[in-house]
């Protein structure tokens, strides 16, 4: 029961990551509110949390919608009172991506829009709500790409990149609300999303050659973020924890 009493929101908390999140966070007695704009997905994830007896809830929510997120976290705080763990988890690449100067312009802006607007308004109001609690701890997603060169992933480098740098700068931000701000920066992980991207792109399926120990499973991530939510983590703020197989050592 290491987040036993706490409220965690998580975005993108449907599928992937973020819904293997969701049942650890429960698993280990948080209640959860789940932010997808996936109404299907995120009901069945909700069903399937309560079925093993976790308290979660399933909100639907647009992470590049700024009303839609404001009323997110006014629910959240409607439904649980407060909030002490925000997972700002929305967000991935595309087979659009490419090198700046072949990739579209528009997928430069989806990518800014999704992953660092998303991780943006997901800090501006969950914070807000956070510091009402009383504090509490903040992860975001950046990449692997964000710290090592690749090929044409150039638009989700850049904001995963900035997600770095905006984790560092919010971590000192709030460190007086008694707030940490860390962020999880995985290898190749084995989503649904990222297992098309392995047979698409070629990008991917190349980083995964690079990880000692292979591809990622979700609950590996999910695994880091218990940590960085839990009291364990509470020296640690302003930290990329890399979750990549080796990629980076290899």
Same mark, same amino acid.
């Given at each position: 029961?290491?987040?036993?009493?706490?409220?965690? =929101?998580? !975005?993108?908390?449907?599928?992937?990551?973020?819904?293997?999140?969701?049942?650890?966070?429960?698993?280990?007695? =948080?209640?959860?509110? @789940?932010?997808?704009? /996936?109404?299907?997905?995120?009901?069945?994830?909700?069903?399937?949390?309560?079925?093993?007896?976790?308290?979660?809830?399933?909100?639907?929510?647009?992470?590049?919608?700024?009303?839609?997120?404001?009323?997110?976290? &006014?629910?959240? $705080?409607?439904?649980?009172?407060?909030?002490?763990?925000?997972?700002?988890?929305?967000?991935?690449? !595309?087979?659009? /991506?490419?090198?700046?100067?072949?990739?579209?312009?528009?997928?430069?802006? =989806? $990518?800014?829009? +999704?992953?660092?607007?998303?991780?943006?308004?997901?800090?501006?109001?969950?914070?807000?709500?956070?510091?009402?609690?009383?504090?509490?701890?903040? @992860?975001?997603?950046?990449?692997?790409? &964000?710290?090592?060169?690749?090929?044409? $992933? /150039?638009?989700?480098?850049?904001?995963?990149? &900035?997600?770095?740098?905006? !984790?560092?700068?919010?971590?000192?931000?709030? =460190?007086?609300?008694?707030?940490?701000?860390?962020?999880?920066?995985? %290898?190749?992980?084995?989503?649904?999303?990222?297992?098309?991207?392995?047979?698409?792109?070629?990008?991917?399926?190349?980083?995964?050659? %690079?990880?000692?120990?292979?591809?990622?499973?979700?609950?590996? @991530?999910?695994?880091?973020? +218990?940590? +960085?939510?839990?009291?364990?983590?509470?020296?640690?703020?302003?930290?990329?924890?890399?979750? /990549? %197989?080796?990629?980076? @050592?290899?």
């Amino acid at each position: 029961m290491r987040m036993k009493g706490k409220v965690a =929101a998580i !975005t993108g908390g449907a599928t992937g990551i973020g819904r293997a999140t969701a049942r650890l966070f429960c698993a280990n007695g =948080a209640q959860v509110a @789940i932010l997808d704009f /996936d109404k299907q997905t995120g009901k069945q994830t909700e069903a399937e949390i309560r079925g093993a007896g976790g308290d979660a809830t399933f909100i639907e929510c647009d992470v590049t919608e700024p009303a839609q997120v404001k009323d997110a976290f &006014a629910q959240v $705080k409607a439904h649980y009172g407060a909030l002490h763990v925000l997972h700002n988890n929305a967000g991935g690449s !595309t087979i659009r /991506d490419n090198q700046v100067t072949e990739a579209p312009d528009e997928e430069f802006w =989806a $990518k800014m829009k +999704l992953d660092l607007f998303g991780t943006w308004l997901g800090s501006k109001y969950g914070i807000a709500l956070m510091i009402e609690s009383g504090g509490g701890s903040v @992860i975001n997603m950046t990449s692997i790409f &964000a710290l090592i060169g690749t090929h044409r $992933k /150039d638009a989700y480098t850049a904001a995963k990149g &900035a997600i770095s740098a905006l !984790t560092r700068s919010m971590a000192v931000e709030y =460190a007086a609300h008694k707030v940490r701000v860390n962020a999880i920066a995985p %290898g190749a992980t084995g989503t649904d999303r990222v297992k098309k991207l392995l047979a698409d792109d070629g990008v991917t399926a190349n980083s995964l050659k %690079g990880q000692l120990l292979g591809l990622i499973e979700p609950e590996d @991530i999910a695994q880091a973020a +218990l940590y +960085l939510a839990s009291d364990e983590s509470r020296a640690v703020t302003g930290h990329i924890l890399t979750v /990549d %197989g080796g990629l980076t @050592i290899s």
